[in-house]
């Protein structure tokens, strides 16, 4: 671990009290604001029992440089399509990201927290299959991420605009919004409603995308956080809605250094 803070050319951050998500917890579909060293494990799994299942699995490293700067990996993960074996399988893309956070306030004690923080993202797609995965390619983005909390209660935003630089990737905006609620010092409930234009229909249009998400999450001991939930998505025209079930696990290097330091 810290071989490879060394490398990225930082440190853990050195923090006055409190964890880094000010008693919030981030929704599945959307980057977390906050500075932070974790690992995320995700998966999800469509419900489209007439044209076969596809399926992904990704691990996402994120280091906190400082209180205010941090980055993103996401490894290639798996893209696949069932029968597993014999459907189209591919490696996602590769992903790294440089966030900063320039406005901060409160901690998870507190009544009020929140965070602004910018984020910039290149992707690349080592083996591209535009045919098996559609809108999924090589891309670049920028996005305004927002985090408030007030008592129990919270909202997260992720806003932005992706730009296609190879295969089926499309260039286009993105706005996704979620509230949550504390339950207790273990469980939380939230709702998570996105809106894009880089989605595809059935023709390969790119089209206005809707999805809604409502989640559970479960705090493990201090380091440990699993959410997992049922997305809604729509493209375009399309009649009714696509179903997926979606899983994260969380190990917070911070709460694992809180916890050793109490």
């Known amino acids: 671990m810290a071989l490879l803070l060394l490398l990225l ?7 006055a009290g409190g964890d880094p998500d000010r008693g919030m917890i981030r929704a599945l579909g959307i980057e977390e604001p906050w500075i932070e060293t974790a690992v995320y494990l995700t998966s999800s799994r469509d419900n489209i029992t007439s044209a076969g299942h ?25 893209l696949a399509a069932e029968p597993l074996g014999k459907g189209a399988t591919a490696l996602a893309p ?34 591209p299959k535009p045919n098996a995965f559609p809108a999924t390619g090589s891309n670049l983005s920028g996005q305004l991420l927002a985090a408030f909390r007030h008592g129990d209660h919270w909202f997260q935003g992720e806003y932005g605009l992706s730009r296609r630089l190879a295969a089926d990737a499309r260039s286009g905006w993105f706005a996704n919004s979620a509230i949550g609620q504390r339950l207790g010092d273990t469980f939380n409930v939230q709702l998570e409603v996105d809106a894009n234009h880089i989605s595809v229909d059935d023709n390969g249009a790119t089209v ?20 997992v939930g049922e997305t809604y998505a729509r493209a375009g025209g ?25």
């Open 9 to 15: 050319g930082g440190s853990l951050p050195a923090r």
């Open 54 to 78: 596809t399926w992904n699995a990704n691990v996402e490293w994120d280091v906190a440089f400082n209180r205010r700067w941090g980055a993103e990996i996401d490894a290639p993960g798996l």
């Open 94 to 127: 590769l992903t790294l990201g440089l966030k900063y956070a320039p406005l901060q306030w409160g901690d998870d004690d507190s009544t009020d927290a929140g965070i602004l923080a910018i984020e910039g993202e290149g992707s690349w797609w080592p083996n």
């Open 208 to 227: 206005m995308g809707l999805a809604l998400t409502p989640q559970l999450g479960a705090r493990i001991g201090r380091s440990w956080l699993v959410i």
């Open 238 to 262: 399309q009649r009714g809605y696509t179903a997926t079930t979606n899983v994260l696990l969380e190990y917070s290097f911070d709460h694992d250094e809180d916890s050793a330091g109490s």
